[in-house]
Each structure stands twice: as structure tokens, then as C-alpha cells.
């Protein structure tokens, strides 16, 4: 293929495929910790085994890998750990699902069973996502590659447990959590979603008991959006300063339904401005009226089951659906004449976030962790920017959520993850486990048998915990669990730990990047990365949030097939306007295709083809570094784009060390594409084909090194390409990798601020030169002369230097430089001119241009943009439009009609010339 390279067109899907193989085989990415350089390490975030990749995966892996490929270059030891995340919830959802389908449960195959599939559905999607990052080219090792349910990963759960049950930080009771009923377990604060429903507001009245126990005339009413609860209720609570209700406090109401007496207490929590201002207390199935019953210590009444339906204490609505038991209640309340009103109410009811059901608080026994002095140990550090954050905004949003932490239910009721390492300890006689049978808690069943003898003497049996603990916990140590822990003399540990940065989106600062400041500060003494970077979402073509609900998401690998993944990682990057902003993706579904990825596959065209003309114009294999002999030689062309090279050089690795991912990106698509392609090869172009040019060679030396440090530059963000084009370029055998290479040394020797201004000023000219010639109406082939004019002696001198090359890049017979006392301008009544700063350009017409077709074609340009500018004016004039229109739709009318007002007046002036 090397050989042929100038013969061929641009296949991403051999390239790409052709290098990911090579990478792997030559084990391109295994660091080892022996080996010299600056420890640099990432470890990604894991993906679930789930699914399959979305554009999200293929954002944070283009982000991650533009950084870890640019620290290689930089000549440090980089390691890149890649894995997966078990994700108890969601596996155990699409598994019972499937049982479903089949007509059984979990529980009739068993926990070794389910298990046993479990992993065997691990292997078969994990193996998927893994084989779709491969194709974005991430430049990880494969070989450390972990999954938290790794049995090192599992030995280093089970420690971390037992560390922290010593430290008296893990404790075990019952209290109110969040229950999810579609997959019957507790979920965390964080894994609740707010949602805003239109519900509505109940009210009914509960009849007051005299002293003597008998049912009175008077009722208190109360209103509740949840009656099925009334059933648990221990108490109606009024606030103490509410002069209607002073009286009745610590009278008793009944409950209907099940006939229980509870009092009315005086409680402050009660707002008097909502409902009726009484409130009914349900302490098992709220959390504020669980708090009010520990202030006045209220029975707990448990009405649900753990599938939604209500239990043997809600009498005659026993095993109904939770939603189907609040109609029979409303109904039987208002047969009662008990039921006063129905409001219409919107109201935000939390949800199950991988349930995708109402929560419903509950009472429960499960396992916590203690947060208050663990997440102290991270605010301490927060002032030496431990972590630092990028953006720096984030930073508050992280300090705020370890304020106010509340403890961390770490117990699921599921199967599938790390199963809690505590033993229940039963006399022989015993079967059930109760609130209060005692428990050891042990790295293994060995050790928990012999505390427990120790404690219980041997006539005792051992029962483990059926809880698994939830997936953030082991992600929670992924930084330095993966590294080898509680191993701290791994040597992978020794040179990796703390990592350097993480990479991770902005919605699991709380789920994910503080549990793991927490666990790594509590566990190693060190905050797990140095840098935390926050990038944004990628949005759709509409710029809106994708989401599976939404239906909106973009395959990346459909835009990987189409375009290849260089092109795909290089638009992501390029979109980014500054760190932790939302990019959009442009797309369009009717024919999957995206001009932004196409639009990087162009840029990926475009290097391809430069690769070729060097290739074409190379005269020798010989060595083309440059000498000062070569140095000396140089012409102003040459020394002009190793001056933008080295400005671009500093630049870029100041921009990457900096994670302005996006802004580098932009500067090497200017300097790639405008400078060297449009600009510096059309100039070789000039001598190459010239028999006369001097030091071919230097010509030659120039496109070479410019081109080399290019292809070593854009590296990070297109691999693949890249890689195959230093190879072509460089003659380098396959086992020899840009990837590997050193970043282009800074020069600064040739850095030349007061030559790069000239050759914008000589741009600009050659643009408007370009430009009259194209309102002439002139082809290529038809060439005139153009006249220069100014009194700046130092741009005279320059252009005179560049005459040439101005001729045959305006495609001009002839090129005239003069000051301004060195001509008549009347000579030039009949030209087409314009004006760069301080200097005059004019293109005469009269002798060679068909004065009757250009007039013909102005006057039909004018009549054009004339109507275009009365449809805008409508729009504009039109109220409704300005201020109902979007802005953007409003301001870009505006910057149309200000465009289209100098084209009227440009061709207007034109055709006065020509009349």
C-alpha cells in the first residue's frame, strides 16, 4: 500500500483497520513501569457491558485519547487503562426480563444460575463495546484491560468493605430509602430522577375521637396526593402557631379502614399555608414524615410490598397494585362522604432512573456508609486544588454536594455485583434472619467462621447476605483498584497512582467523581487524579440533548462506516468551543449523513493528497533535514511558513497541555489546510514546475519537515491517517511508530512576526485580485494585467520580490508595481479596483473583456440581490417576526441585508463605471 500511495484514493476502512491491527500486535500502548519518562496515566471512564457504544462513548474516548496521545508524544511513560462497568441494575433488568419471556423468575433458576447467565451475557456485550472502541482507535492497553467484577477487582471491594466496617463507617439498620418496585431494590439519591407530573391533590376529612373512644361530628380535613398511605398513618400533624387547630392538639382521629386511633401533634414542620394546613403522617412511606416521627416517636406502619402492592396491613386492600388500591380508596372514602375535593395539581414525583417507575419510599433494613468524615477529608482539599477542575466552574458544584451529603445507602437487592462480605449468625435451631441477628463481617466465609466461634462459640451455623453493593461502589475505587490496590507495592500502583486526570462528563460529578475523591483520599491518602476535565453533551442536529426516550440519538459507528473514525474524532474535537461546552452535531436522517464529520473527512482528503504531490515531487530518498547552508538559502516563502510552523507548534502543545482540545484542533486545521496546502504547496507548485528554480532540494527539504511535523501534530486527533502518512513519507518500517515519535522541537530562530504580517497583507491581495477577476466574468484562460500601487517602499520591495508568484497565482499576463507619482490614474478609468490598506489594485478591462455580456450579467446580479433585499425588509419590518423569531433566524436576516446593501452599492458603482 506504501508504494502505491500516490496511485490511490483515501480508504478510511483500510487505513484505520490496517493500523488498529498494527497497534495491537506490536503492543504500541502496554507500557512498562520500569521504563524511563514521566509517569502519565488515565484510566478511562468504564462503560456498562449494556449496550452498545453512543455518541457520548465516542466524545470522552476522542477527548481522552487527543490527551493521552499527545502525553506519549511528549516523551512520558503513558498508560491508558481500559474496562468495563458491571452496572447491577441494569444487567439485572434486561436478564429478568428475558426470564420473563421464557415464563420464570430469577428466583426459580436460582442464584448460581442467574449468575452463570449474567456472565455469560457480560461476554457477549461487553466483547461488543470493547470491539467499538477499538474502532475509534483508543489508544489504550488492551492487555490491563479491567471489569469490576475482575476477582482482583472483587478482592480489592471485599478489603475496602472490611477497612471501612473497622473504621465503624459502615453500619447496617432499617430506615426510610428509595425503593424502585420494577427492579425491587434500593436505589440511591443519586439514581432518582425528578420528574413533573400533572396529579392531583386529594382531600378528606378524618372524624375526631372523643376521650371516651367515640366517633364525633367533627372531622379534621387533610390533603395528601398519595391517600393508598392513610393506611400507614400514625398521626395528623398541625403546626403549633396555627390558632385553627391550637385546640385540638393531642385530641386522637380515627383512620379509616383499619379503624386506628392516632393523635393530632403540633409539629413545626407543617406549613399552615398549604392544603388545609393539617398533614397526615405516614412515617414508613415519607422522608419528612419519618423525621417528624422520630421527633415524637410514632410507630413505623410498613403498608407496601416490595413489588408495589399493598401488605397484610392494609386490611381489606391487601395485595392490591399500589396505583389500582388508591382508586378503590378514593372511591370507598368518598362512599364514606369522607372525600371533600379533588384539586388538579402539578407536581414533581421523583422516579427510578433505570426503573423508569415512581419511587416509593420505604422502610427497609439495608447497608450504609457514614459521609460526613469522608467528604470533610475532600473539602479540606479542595483549596489546594485537589483535584483542580476544568472548567474551573465546576469546582463549586462539586464543593456544594459534599456540603450536604447525606449517607450513602451502599445495599441493592440484586444478584448480579459484589456481594456484601457479611455473615449472619444462626443457632443450628434457626432459620430467618431478624433485625437483630448479629453478623461478622470478614473478607471470606473462613475467616467470618472463625470470629464468629470466637464470638458465638460452634454450635452455629453461617448465612452470607443475599445484597450486592451498589455499582458505585466498586466504580468509586476504579482509579487505584485497577492500578493493583490494596496491593501499594504493585508496580503499576508505584508508577501510575495518583492518575493524572479524568475525563468524564458533567452529570457524574456526583455519582462518580466525588465517590472516587472519597474513597481514594480515604483509602491511599491522595485524591486519585490531579486533574478532573468536564466536558459538555453532544447535542443533535437541533440542539437538543440526545436520550434513548427522545428517540434522537446518532449511531457513531454508522458515521465511523461512512466517513472513518479520524474524521469523526476530529469533528467532535473541532466543535469544542471551550472546555465543558455542549457540542452539536449536525446530521441529517433522512440520508445519515453529517456535513460537520464530512467536512473532517475533506481535511483527512486533503493531507492525503499533499502527502501525494511531496511524494510526486520528491527527487531522492536522501536526508532532508536542513543544514544552515539550506538555511541560509531559503526563500521568503520558506521562511514564511517555518515561521507559522513553529508559531503553531508552541501554540498547539500549549492549547493541548492546557485541554483547550477544541481551540488546538481549530489552529491545526487553519495551518494544515490554509497556510500549507492553499498557500506554501502552491508556491512549490511554482518552482517544481519552473526548469530554472534554484535549490530545488531546499524546496523539497521545506514541504518535507512542514509536512512531517503536521502529520505529528494532528496524530492525537486522526491516529490512523497520520500514522499511514509519516510512514509513506518518512520511508519508516512498519514496527516504527508515529505514535511513538517525539512532538516537532520549537525553533525559534525562525519565528518571523513582521514576514507573516507581509504575506497576510500579500494574501489579501491576491484574494482581491481574485476576486475582480471573478465580477469580470474572466476564466483561467483568459489572463490581463493587474497594476499595484502604493507608497510604501517596504511592500513595494516585498511584492517585487513575490512578482512571479503573484502573476501565476491571479492567473495574470502581467504584474505592475508602482508609487503613486509614477503613474497617471486616469490611465486606469476603465478598471475593476479595490484596496488593501495602503495599497490601490486595478484590473483594466476595456481591451479584452466583453463590455456587453458584463453588463448584461451585473444587471441580472442586481436585479437579484434587489429582491432579495425587499423579502428581507418585509421580514424585517414585520413586528410579529422580530420579536416571536429565534435570534440567531433574526440577526442573521440583519448580517444578510447589510451584505446584500454593499453588493447593491459594489455593482451598482461597477456599472456607472461601465456606462
Known amino acids: 500500500m506504501n508504494d502505491q500511495l500516490s496511485l490511490e484514493n483515501y480508504s478510511p476502512f483500510e487505513v484505520e483497520k490496517k493500523w488498529q491491527e498494527k497497534w495491537e500486535s506490536l503492543k504500541a500502548f502496554s507500557p512498562n513501569p520500569d521504563d524511563d519518562g514521566e509517569p502519565f496515566c488515565v484510566v478511562i471512564p468504564p462503560p456498562n457491558v449494556t449496550g452498545s457504544l453512543h455518541m457520548g462513548h465516542a466524545f470522552n474516548t476522542a477527548l481522552i485519547d487527543v490527551v493521552v496521545r499527545f502525553q506519549r508524544l511528549l516523551g512520558k511513560n503513558v498508560l491508558c487503562l481500559p474496562g468495563t462497568d458491571h452496572a447491577s441494575i441494569a444487567v439485572q433488568t434486561i436478564l429478568e426480563k428475558q426470564l420473563k419471556s421464557e415464563g420464570k423468575t430469577s428466583e426459580d433458576i436460582g442464584r448460581d444460575e442467574f449468575l452463570k447467565r449474567a456472565w455469560n451475557w457480560k461476554e457477549q456485550s461487553g466483547g461488543r463495546i470493547v470491539s467499538q472502541l477499538k474502532r475509534i482507535g483508543y489508544s489504550v492497553d488492551w492487555s490491563r484491560e479491567r471489569f469490576t467484577l475482575d476477582q482482583k477487582l472483587n478482592e480489592a471491594v471485599i478489603e475496602a468493605f472490611n477497612i471501612l466496617y473497622k473504621k465503624n463507617l459502615i453500619y447496617r439498620g432499617e430506615y426510610l430509602v428509595n425503593w424502585c418496585p420494577e427492579s425491587q431494590s434500593a436505589v440511591s439519591d443519586l ?5 413533573e407530573v400533572n396529579g392531583h391533590l ?5 372524624p375526631l375521637i372523643s376521650e371516651s373512644g367515640e366517633q364525633l361530628d367533627k372531622y379534621l380535613e387533610v390533603a395528601t396526593t398519595r391517600p393508598e398511605t392513610l393506611l400507614g398513618d400514625t398521626a395528623v400533624a398541625v403546626n403549633p402557631n396555627d390558632d385553627r387547630y391550637k385546640e385540638f392538639i393531642g385530641v386522637k382521629v380515627k383512620v379509616p379502614f383499619v379503624d386506628r386511633e392516632i393523635p393530632i401533634i403540633a409539629d413545626s414542620h407543617v406549613d399552615k399555608d398549604f392544603g388545609t394546613g393539617c398533614v397526615k403522617v405516614t412515617p414508613a412511606h415519607d422522608p419528612n414524615d419519618f423525621a417528624i416521627g422520630k421527633r415524637h416517636n410514632l410507630k413505623q406502619i410498613n403498608v407496601m410490598n416490595k413489588d408495589g402492592t399493598l401488605n397484610i396491613n392494609a386490611g381489606i386492600f391487601q395485595n392490591l397494585d399500589r396505583y389500582e388500591a388508591r382508586k378503590k380508596i378514593i372511591k370507598e372514602l368518598d362512599n364514606l362522604g369522607l372525600l371533600t375535593k379533588i384539586e388538579d395539581y402539578k407536581h414533581t414525583v421523583p422516579f427510578s432512573d433505570r426503573g423508569k417507575v415512581p419511587i416509593e419510599p420505604l422502610l427497609s433494613t439495608q447497608w450504609f456508609l457514614k459521609m460526613d468524615d469522608i467528604s470533610q477529608g475532600c473539602l479540606n482539599e479542595i483549596d489546594s486544588k485537589k483535584p483542580s477542575f476544568i472548567p474551573p466552574r465546576w469546582e463549586k458544584v ?4 459534599l456540603e450536604n451529603i447525606n449517607d450513602w445507602c451502599i445495599s441493592r437487592q440484586l444478584w448480579w455485583g459484589h456481594q456484601i462480605p457479611a455473615w449472619y449468625v444462626l443457632d443450628d435451631s434457626q432459620d430467618s434472619i431478624e433485625q437483630n441477628t448479629p453478623y461478622i463481617v470478614a473478607r471470606n466465609e473462613e475467616d467470618a467462621l472463625i470470629e464468629a466461634n470466637k464470638k ?3 454450635n452455629i451455623k453461617l448465612v452470607r ?20 490496590w490494596p496491593n501499594t507495592n504493585d508496580p503499576d500502583f508505584k508508577k501510575w497512582y495518583p492518575n493524572n486526570v479524568l475525563v468524564t462528563g458533567f452529570d457524574i460529578i456526583f455519582f462518580w467523581v466525588a465517590r472516587m475523591t472519597m474513597m481514594g483520599n480515604t483509602f491511599t491518602n491522595n485524591i486519585p487524579f490531579k486533574d478532573v476535565y468536564i466536558h459538555g453533551l453532544v447535542r443533535d442536529e437541533n440542539n437538543k440533548k440526545m436520550s434513548k426516550s427522545s428517540g434522537n440519538g446518532i449511531d457513531p459507528i454508522l458515521l465511523i462506516d461512512k466517513y472513518g473514525s479520524d474524521a469523526l474524532r476530529f469533528a467532535l474535537i473541532r466543535e469544542v468551543a471551550g472546555a465543558g461546552q455542549d457540542i452539536r452535531l449536525d446530521f441529517d436522517r433522512k440520508k445519515d449523513t453529517s456535513s460537520t464529520v464530512e467536512a473532517s473527512r475533506n481535511f483527512a482528503n486533503k493531507l492525503w493528497n499533499a502527502t501525494k504531490f511531496v511524494l510526486i515531487n520528491k527527487t531522492s530518498n536522501n536526508n532532508y533535514s536542513l543544514n544552515e547552508s539550506d538555511e541560509n538559502a531559503l526563500e521568503l516563502c520558506d521562511k514564511w511558513i517555518l515561521s507559522k510552523l513553529n508559531q503553531v507548534n508552541i501554540k498547539v502543545a500549549v492549547l493541548l497541555k492546557e485541554y483547550k482540545l477544541g481551540e488546538s484542533a481549530k489552529l491545526l486545521y487553519e495551518f494544515a489546510w490554509n497556510d500549507f496546502c492553499d498557500w506554501y504547496v502552491e508556491f512549490a507548485k511554482q518552482r517544481f514546475n519552473n526548469k530554472e528554480t534554484k535549490n530545488r532540494q531546499i524546496s523539497e527539504k521545506v514541504l518535507i ?12 486527533f486522526m491516529p490512523h491517517i497520520t500514522e499511514e502518512l509519516w510512514h509513506v513519507l518518512q520511508l519508516k518500517p512498519d514496527n516504527a511508530l508515529l505514535s511513538l515519535q517525539k512532538w516537532p522541537i520549537h525553533e525559534n530562530k525562525f519565528v518571523d512576526n513582521k514576514l507573516d ?9 491576491i484574494r482581491l485580485i481574485r476576486n475582480l477577476r471573478a465580477e469580470l466574468g474572466l476564466k483561467p484562460s483568459e489572463k490581463g494585467p493587474v497594476y499595484l500601487i502604493s507608497d510604501n517602499d517596504e511592500l513595494i520591495d516585498f511584492l517585487k520580490t513575490l512578482v512571479d508568484d503573484i502573476q501565476t497565482l491571479t492567473k495574470s499576463s502581467e504584474v505592475f508595481i508602482f508609487k503613486t507619482n509614477a503613474v497617471d490614474k486616469k490611465e486606469f478609468a476603465k478598471s475593476f479596483s479595490g484596496i488593501i490598506s495602503d495599497l490601490e489594485v486595478y484590473l483594466p478591462f476595456q481591451d479584452f473583456v466583453n463590455i456587453d455580456a458584463l453588463k448584461e450579467r451585473l444587471t441580472k446580479d442586481l436585479k437579484k440581490v434587489t429582491i432579495e433585499l425587499e423579502n428581507l425588509n418585509k421580514r424585517l419590518s414585520n413586528k410579529n417576526f422580530v420579536d416571536k423569531a429565534p435570534k440567531d433566524i433574526v440577526d442573521e436576516c440583519r448580517f444578510k441585508l447589510n451584505e446584500g446593501s454593499a453588493q447593491k452599492e459594489r455593482i451598482t458603482k461597477k456599472l456607472e463605471l461601465l456606462n
Open 465 to 484: 447476605d443475599k445484597d450486592v453493593l451498589d455499582t458505585w461502589f466498586s466504580s468509586g475505587l476504579w482509579p487505584f483498584s485497577t492500578l493493583g
Open 191 to 195: 439514581e432518582v430522577e425528578m420528574q
Open 202 to 206: 386529594w382531600h378528606f376529612k378524618y
Open 705 to 716: 519537515k512542514v509536512l512531517n511535523d503536521i502529520l505529528v501534530m494532528i496524530h492525537p
Open 456 to 458: 458465638f462459640g460452634l
Open 398 to 401: 462539586y464543593k456544594d454536594w
Open 757 to 765: 504580517n507581509s504575506f497576510q497583507q500579500l494574501f489579501e491581495i
